[in-house]
């Protein structure tokens, strides 16, 4: 009896793992979505510089999410792509002004009877409410020669452009690209010493202070 049972439980085992195998190779071999459905509400309100994801189910579940596609069908000055990865079951938005926009989720070839819209109200920013926070600790050690990267948090009404940096003494430290502004922000270290870095919301009075002390470089 005790063999009997033994060998009923390995082939559920076996069978289980045949069953997750061909569900595996069904969705690695590409297979169409027949369906798709909206996760979350069809209207969305945001405020301008905030980013923001939309989402979509596949059905059946297995089926490859490479087949969908996105797109924004009204108001491209409104909102936009925050990244180029429009071929999956979600996507990411930043919402640029105010005002309202469609985006739409859809399967390869099959548009007409497939599309699952969402509407996008983007409001203006209250200027008052916008704030920015210091990630991690007001001072940060790093070797000179070495590089060190900085983060700020900011609050939804808060565009990525408006974020910028600045570098008290640049004979410490000094920007790793020519791109300034954004919630985090790569530096080099060029010799020992201790500088300020500070990001600042640009028109406000509203900024962090992190204190740099580079210190001299020991080769192990």
């Not at 089926?63 to 996105?70: I, P």
């Not at 990267?149 to 974020?163: C, D, F, P, T």
Request: aromatic share 8%; glycine share 6%.
């Amino acid at each position: 009896m005790k063999k009997l049972r033994s060998k009923v439980i390995l082939f559920a085992a076996v069978a289980a793992l045949l069953i997750s195998a061909v569900l595996n190779v069904s969705a690695a071999n590409g297979v169409k979505p027949k369906k798709i459905s909206r996760v979350g509400k069809a209207s969305r309100s945001v405020t301008v510089g905030e980013e923001f994801e939309l989402k979509v189910k596949v059905n059946p579940g297995y089926a490859d999410d490479d087949y969908l596609r996105w797109k924004i069908i009204s108001g491209k000055k409104i909102i936009t792509f925050d990244d180029y990865d429009t071929n999956d079951d979600e996507a990411d938005f930043r919402a640029l002004k105010a005002g309202t926009a469609k985006a739409r989720c859809y399967i390869k070839g099959k548009e007409s009877s497939t599309k699952t819209d969402f509407t996008i109200t983007v409001k203006k920013a209250d200027a008052a409410k916008q704030k920015i926070t210091r990630v991690g600790s007001k001072t940060q050690y790093a070797e000179a020669y070495d590089d060190i990267e900085l983060e700020v948090k900011k609050s939804g009404g808060v565009a990525e452009s408006k974020l910028e940096w600045s570098i008290g003494n640049t004979k410490i430290l000094r920007f790793e690209s020519k791109k300034h502004t954004g919630h985090e922000m790569e530096f080099e270290t060029l010799k020992p010493g201790t500088t300020t870095v500070t990001c600042k919301i640009k028109g406000t009075d509203k900024k962090v202070t992190f204190t740099v002390k580079v210190l001299a470089y020991y080769d192990d």
